[in-house]
């Protein structure tokens, strides 16, 4: 049973709009949520995050919505901008479980200039 | 910055090899993970530790083993390498300090391909 799930393997943007990256999941025990970003022949590195006791989070260019009633989130890129293409994955972790996260299958985005 | 760093790039291994995979952090931290990752599948992940000589089972421990004897140190191990070992394996290490969550740091990967 995949607890976390992201739906669209692959995304397309144009520079300058807005690129939205989605991800469902269903254990109510998650409390903290991430994403993360990886390029070709890296490692994933970590762009944002936001716990359970708000419902957005915003960095710069990137804001995370949480709706836990419905057990998704979604990653918002204003503007988007080519260097963004990338593999990005939401993540959810629980306090109680020794800091393990569970990643979702990873969204392809492609920023077009 | 916090650094991890995997022992090679790109390792190629004969079916049947016993394959080491070693990771090192410098950040003191507690956790520190070992994922596969394949295309359409994601981040899968193997093993954990959460202190030195602690050692818990991920998702896909099958044909696997971890062993970690210095607190920076987090090495895994491939007995007997088959052909579906072939992947991407990343190490990644988190501390224990924080209140929501953890963060953690990847190392560059290492990509494996077992003939």
């Known amino acids: 049973d995949q607890q976390v799930k992201q739906n669209s393997p692959s995304l397309s943007v144009q520079e300058g709009r807005i690129s939205i990256l989605n991800c469902d999941y269903t254990?109510?025990?998650?409390?903290?949520f991430l994403w993360y970003k990886k390029y070709p022949a890296e490692g994933p590195t970590f762009l944002i995050s936001i716990s359970s006791i708000k419902d957005k989070n915003e960095d710069g260019r990137f804001t995370v919505f949480l709706n836990k009633s419905a057990k998704h989130l979604s990653l918002h890129i204003v503007p988007s901008q080519p260097g963004d293409s990338a593999v990005y994955f939401c993540a959810a972790s629980n306090r109680a479980n020794a800091g393990k996260s569970t990643f979702g299958d990873g969204t392809t985005l492609t920023v077009k200039p | 910055d916090v650094k991890v760093t995997q022992s090679s790039r790109y390792l190629v291994k004969r079916t049947g090899e016993k394959v080491f995979l070693e990771c090192v952090q410098d950040?003191?931290?507690?956790?520190m993970f070992w994922y596969r990752q394949d295309p359409g599948l994601g981040l899968r992940l193997i093993y954990f530790s959460y202190d030195v000589k602690m050692k818990e089972k991920g998702d896909i421990p099958e044909g696997y083993s971890v062993s970690r004897e210095k607190k920076e140190r987090f090495s895994l191990i491939l007995e007997s390498a088959s052909t579906n070992q072939t992947s991407m394996y990343l190490c990644?290490?988190?501390?224990?300090?924080?209140?929501?969550?953890?963060?953690?740091?990847f190392g560059p990967g290492t990509r494996l391909l077992v003939l």
């Open positions: 950040m003191d931290h507690e956790n």
């Open positions: 254990n109510s025990m998650f409390d903290y």
């Open positions: 990644a290490s988190s501390s224990l300090g924080r209140v929501w969550g953890e963060t953690q740091y």
